[in-house]
C-alpha cells in the first residue's frame, strides 16, 4: 500500500466520514463491501484459510448488508436515513437492481437466519433458509461412507445435474456459501426461475445450483464448513451411477472427496472446451462462472451466455448420465 | 528499584536524565531480502532470564544465554549468544483433508525450571511439544567394551576390567523432543500457557480449549469449546488464552469480538459458562464499518501480580483491573493516526496482524509494537510514552535510541515522520521484556534486536 517514499494522492476512502447517509459514506460501503467479497473468496481459495480472518469478512460483510433497522444501531438514527434504507430495500424487491446493494441484499439475508430472512423475503422467492427439508432429503441419501473418486464423481454429476431438477430453494445455506451465488445475478436469476417451475426430476441431489456450487468448485467453500460439506457430500449419491465400476483409477480411489473433486475440476473444462457435448459446454461455463465473484462489480452486466445452454441441458438430463460419466472416465484414465 | 529506573528512563525521554534504552545487539541476517522461513514468529525469555527462546517460520527454535558480564566491564551487561538450535517442528501433510500443515512456530512457553536442564512447550498449528535442553560437559573415557574410536573391542582381547572416568568435554547443548501432544486440535493452535501448578498447561485453537498434563501425551481435556453447533451461525472466534500466573483454576481467552472471559475450572469440567466477562462498551462516535474486525483481540497477559490483565486489539492496549469487567481501568493509544486509514490497511490486509504486547518485571511498563519497526513503551505510573525504532541505523554499540514521532497534522516537523511514509511491511509483531532486568526483545521480521538500558 505505502511504500516508503511514495507519495500518495489522498484517498477519498481514507476519508473519515461520519455522516451515514452521504453519498460518500455510501460509495465507502460499496466499496468495503466489495473488497470484502473480494478478501473473502480469495481466502476461501486458499488450502486452508484462516478461520479467524474468515470470520471477521464475514461478519464485515454482514454489518455492511444489514437492514436499516439494525443499521441505525451502528450510525445515529435519523430519519432520513430510515427512508433511504426503506428505499433501498424496496428496490431490491421490485426490479433486478444490478448493483452491490442489491447483491448484498439478496443473498446476504441468509446470514442472519431466520429473523432476517423473514424480512428480507417477503418480497422474494428464490432465497430462503429453510434448512429442514434439505436435512431431510440429505438424511435420506444413501449414507455411502466410501471415498472413492466414483463416489465423488457421482456426487458431482448429480448435483450438475440438479440444476434443473433440484428445490427451489437454496437449501442449507450457510453464510458463506450463499456468496457464492453471487458470482452472476442474472443467470442465477434465471436458473431460480427454472427451479421454480420445475417438478420433478431427478431423485438425488436436490440441493440445485448451491451444490452445483460447492461441488464443483471447492474455492467457493468455506473451509471451516469442511466438516457438513465432507458428509453431506457423500451422502449425496445416486446409487444408479455408483453401479458403474470406477475401480480402474486405482490409486486415485483412495483420496478422499475433496482432492478428487479439484482434480476432477481441473481435468473437466480443457476437455470439455474441446468437446461439443453439450453437457461438457454446460459444465464449463458453469466452472467458468464459479469463482468469478472476485471479479464482482457493482455494476453487473447482461445475462450469462450460459443460460441457453443450461436451457438444454435441462432438457437431455438423466439419458446422458451413463454415456457422461464414462466420458468422463476416459478423460481421467487417459490423463 | 525497577520502578525507579524506569520513571528515569521516561523522563529521560524528554531530556536530561541519564537513563535511556540503547542498542544492544541484533541478530539476524542483514539481507534485503529476507527468506520466509527465517521471519521470527515467536519470542520469550525464561523465568530467570538468562534464556531468550526465539521460534521462526522455518520451524526452528534458536535459544540465546546470558552470558556473565565482564568483570572488566561491569558497566556492561552481558551480552546473548546463540546456546541451542533445533528443529523443533517440520512441515507436515494431513492426509485426509489433504492440508500441509505449516512449521511455523505459533508459541513458545518456558517451564518453570526444577533441574539442570531447561524445558519448553513450542507449538505449531497442529502440535505441541516438549523440549529438554540440557547441557552436556562430560564424557565417560575407558569403555570396557570399546574402544577410543567406538569400534567394538573383541572380547577375546578384553584382559582386565576397568571403570570409566568421566572427562571434561566441550559443552554441548543438547534439545531432546520429550513429549509429543499432537493430534487434539482441529483448528490451527494460536496459545498454550503453562499452569502455576507446573504439571498442567493449556493450549488454544480458534474454537476449543484444551488442558494438558505435562506427562501424559494421549489424552487431553477439553475445558472450553465455542464451536457452533451450525457452524453457519459462528461469527466468534478464540483468539488468545493464558492462565492465571498464580490461581492454577483460573484462565482468561479472549475472543475476535474484544471480549475476554475469566474461567475458573473448579465451577464446570466444561467452562462454556464464564466467570467473568469483560468487554468495553463500544464508543458510537467511532464506530465504523472496521470497529469489530479492530476490536479483534490480539493478545491477551496477566501481570506479573495476577491482579491485571492487559489485551491487545488493533489500535490499543488497556489494562483490566480482574475486578471490574465492564471496562479497562487504563487504555493505551499505540497508533491512533491509522484510524483514518482503516479502510486501506483493510485492503492490504494489515488489520489482522496480531501484535503481541507485555509486561515488565514490575508491572510498571507495558510494550507493543506497530509499523515501520518502530515500538511502544508505557509507563502505567507516569503516563509517559516513548516510541522507538529497531533499525539498523541505530545498531551501534551502546547507542541511545532516539525517540520517534509519527506526525499526523499537516505540519512534519523535523525527525517526525508521516503517516504515509510508515512502511507497512515491516512490523513489530513479537516483543518479550525481561522478567527482572531492564531488557528487550523485539523481533523485527527476521532480525532480533536486544536493547538494554544505560547503566550509569
Request: net charge negative.
Amino acid at each position: 500500500m505505502i511504500l516508503k517514499g511514495q507519495k500518495r494522492k489522498l484517498d477519498p476512502e481514507d476519508v473519515e466520514v461520519s455522516e451515514p447517509s452521504s453519498p460518500v459514506w455510501e460509495s465507502q460501503r460499496q466499496f468495503v463491501f466489495s473488497v470484502s467479497l473480494n478478501k473473502y473468496q480469495r481466502g476461501q481459495e486458499l488450502p486452508e484459510p484462516s478461520l479467524r480472518r474468515s470470520v471477521l469478512i464475514a461478519n464485515t460483510l454482514r454489518q455492511i448488508t444489514l437492514p436499516s433497522a439494525d443499521r441505525e444501531e451502528l450510525q445515529p438514527p435519523s430519519g432520513s436515513l430510515c427512508r433511504l434504507h426503506a428505499k433501498e430495500r424496496e428496490s431490491i424487491f421490485t426490479e433486478s437492481k444490478p448493483n452491490s446493494v442489491l447483491m448484498a441484499g439478496d443473498p446476504m439475508c441468509s446470514l442472519n437466519g431466520s429473523p432476517l430472512t423473514n424480512c428480507y423475503h417477503s418480497g422474494d422467492s428464490g432465497v430462503t433458509t429453510t434448512g429442514d427439508d434439505e436435512d431431510e432429503d440429505w438424511g435420506s441419501m444413501s449414507t455411502d461412507s466410501d471415498f472413492s473418486l466414483s463416489a465423488a464423481i457421482s456426487s458431482i454429476l448429480t448435483a450438475l445435474d440438479s440444476t434443473i431438477d433440484g428445490s427451489p430453494q437454496a437449501a442449507p445455506r450457510t453464510p458463506l456459501r450463499s456468496l457464492e451465488n453471487l458470482s452472476g445475478p442474472s443467470e442465477r436469476g434465471s436458473a431460480w426461475v427454472k427451479h421454480g417451475t420445475r417438478a420433478g426430476g431427478v431423485s438425488c441431489a436436490p440441493q440445485g445450483e448451491e451444490t452445483v456450487q460447492e461441488s464443483c468448485a471447492d474455492v467457493g467453500k468455506p473451509s471451516y464448513l469442511n466438516d457438513i460439506m465432507m458428509e453431506d457430500l457423500f451422502q449425496d449419491v445416486d446409487s444408479s451411477l455408483l453401479e458403474r465400476d470406477m475401480g480402474g483409477l486405482g490409486i486415485r480411489s483412495s483420496r478422499v472427496g475433496y482432492p478428487a473433486e479439484e482434480e476432477l475440476i481441473c481435468y473437466l473444462p480443457p476437455s470439455s472446451s474441446s468437446s461439443s457435448h453439450p453437457f461438457s459446454l454446460s459444465l464449463n461455463s458453469n466452472l467458468k462462472c464459479l469463482p468469478s465473484f472476485s471479479s464482482f462489480s457493482p455494476l453487473l452486466s447482461s445475462p450469462s451466455p450460459s443460460s441457453p445452454e443450461s436451457a438444454s441441458f435441462s432438457s437431455q438430463n438423466q439419458a446422458r448420465d451413463g454415456f457422461e460419466l464414462e466420458h468422463l472416465m476416459e478423460i481421467l484414465v487417459e490423463s | 528499584m525497577q520502578q525507579k529506573l524506569l520513571n528515569e528512563a521516561m523522563a529521560g525521554v524528554a531530556g536530561g536524565n541519564d537513563f535511556q534504552w540503547c542498542f544492544s545487539q541484533v541478530k539476524g541476517a542483514i539481507d534485503e531480502d529476507v527468506a520466509e522461513a527465517d521471519i521470527i514468529s515467536t519470542v520469550e525469555f525464561n523465568y530467570s532470564g538468562d534464556l531468550l527462546a526465539t521460534g521462526d517460520k522455518g520451524g526452528r527454535v534458536v535459544i540465546f544465554q546470558h552470558e556473565q558480564e565482564s568483570k572488566n566491564r561491569p558497566h556492561l551487561r552481558g551480552e546473548y549468544n546463540v546456546y541451542s538450535t533445533f528443529q523443533s517442528h517440520e512441515p507436515e501433510f494431513d492426509y485426509l483433508k489433504s492440508l500441509e500443515i505449516e512449521e511455523k512456530i505459533n508459541k513458545i512457553r518456558w517451564l518453570p525450571q526444577q533441574n539442570a536442564a531447561h524445558f519448553l512447550l513450542s507449538t505449531n498449528d497442529k502440535t505441541i511439544k516438549l523440549w529438554k535442553i540440557s547441557e552436556r560437559d562430560k564424557r565417560a573415557d575407558g569403555y570396557n567394551l570399546k574402544d577410543e574410536d567406538g569400534r567394538l573391542r573383541d572380547p577375546f582381547r578384553i584382559t582386565s576390567l576397568r571403570v570409566p572416568v568421566l572427562m571434561p568435554m566441550d559443552l554441548m547443548v543438547e534439545a531432546s523432543p520429550r513429549r509429543i501432544f499432537a493430534n487434539a486440535h482441529t483448528y490451527h493452535i494460536n496459545s498454550i500457557s503453562v499452569n502455576s501448578d507446573h504439571e498442567t498447561y493449556l493450549s488454544a485453537d480458534d474454537l476449543r480449549i484444551n488442558l494438558w498434563h505435562l506427562e501424559i501425551t494421549d489424552r487431553s481435556f477439553n475445558i472450553v469449546d465455542i464451536k457452533p453447533a451450525n457452524m453457519e451461525e459462528l461469527t466468534e472466534v478464540i483468539t488468545a488464552a493464558e492462565c492465571h500466573p498464580h490461581q492454577c483454576n483460573v484462565f482468561v481467552y479472549s475472543s475476535s469480538k474484544g471480549t475476554i472471559r475469566l474461567c475458573d475450572m473448579r465451577a464446570a469440567a466444561l467452562c462454556d459458562r464464564h466467570s467473568k466477562f469483560f468487554e468495553e462498551p463500544e464508543d458510537p462516535s467511532s464506530r465504523s464499518f472496521f470497529s469489530e474486525i479492530i476490536s479483534s483481540i490480539s493478545d491477551v497477559k496477566f501481570s506479573h501480580s495476577g491482579r491485571y490483565m492487559m489485551t491487545r486489539d488493533y489500535l490499543s492496549v488497556k489494562v483490566w483491573d480482574l475486578n471490574m469487567e465492564n471496562r479497562p481501568v487504563e487504555t493505551y493509544q499505540v497508533h491512533e493516526y491509522l484510524r483514518s486509514k482503516l479502510c486501506s490497511l483493510y485492503e492490504n490486509d494489515c488489520i489482522f496482524d496480531k501484535f503481541e504486547c507485555c509486561w515488565n518485571g514490575s508491572d510498571s511498563a507495558i510494550m507493543t509494537g506497530s509499523y515501520n519497526n518502530f515500538f511502544r513503551m508505557f509507563d502505567r505510573n507516569t503516563r509517559r510514552d516513548i516510541t522507538l525504532e529497531a533499525s539498523r541505523e541505530s545498531s551501534k554499540p551502546r547507542a541511545t535510541l532516539k525517540p520517534r514521532k509519527v506526525s499526523t497534522g499537516g505540519k512534519r516537523k523535523k525527525d517526525e515522520i508521516s503517516v504515509d511514509s510508515l512502511d507497512f511491511n515491516k512490523k513489530i509483531l513479537h516483543t518479550a521484556w525481561h522478567p527482572k532486568d531492564n531488557v528487550i526483545a523485539v523481533a523485527a521480521t527476521n532480525n532480533l534486536y536486544i536493547f538494554q538500558d544505560k547503566i550509569n
